[in-house]
Nanobody, 117 residues
Framework: QVQLVESGGGLVQAGGSLRLSCAASGRIFRSNVMGWHRQAPGKQRELVASMTSGGTTNYADSVKGRFTISRDNAKNTVYLQMNSLKPEDTAVYYC???????????WGQGTQVTVSS
């Protein structure tokens, strides 16, 4: 079982920046994928960005060029730097950890990001 603790959400004006962090603990398999998903009211949860333990990244088209995912494998922590934020980025952001071998997935509790226009 993997536990995830997120931090860094909040309220920001359009054009501003926020940085999310997510620390994983527990039974962490070395080969894994950590990432961020988001869910806006009335919408399905969607992938924002992910990064494998080997460094391969994947971004949603809507955030390419604005968001950057990074991770510190020694600390089992993933970050999401969000720049040029838009009101449509408003959502609850969830950290996700997936064991690359078993495909078992764990979720954080979510952190609210609100972008005002």
């Amino acid at each position: 079982q993997v536990q995830l603790v997120e931090s860094g959400g909040g309220l920001v004006q359009a054009g501003g920046s926020l940085r999310l962090s997510c620390a994983a603990s527990g039974r962490i398999f070395r080969s894994n994928v950590m990432g961020w998903h988001r869910q806006a009211p009335g919408k399905q949860r969607e992938l924002v960005a992910s990064m494998t333990s080997g460094g391969t990244t994947n971004y949603a088209d809507s955030v390419k060029g604005r968001f950057t995912i990074s991770r510190d494998n020694a600390k089992n922590t993933v970050y999401l730097q969000m720049n040029s934020l838009k009101p449509e980025d408003t959502a609850v952001y969830y950290c996700n950890f997936q064991n690359s071998f078993t495909r078992q997935s764990s979720w954080g509790q979510g952190t609210q990001v609100t972008v005002s226009s």
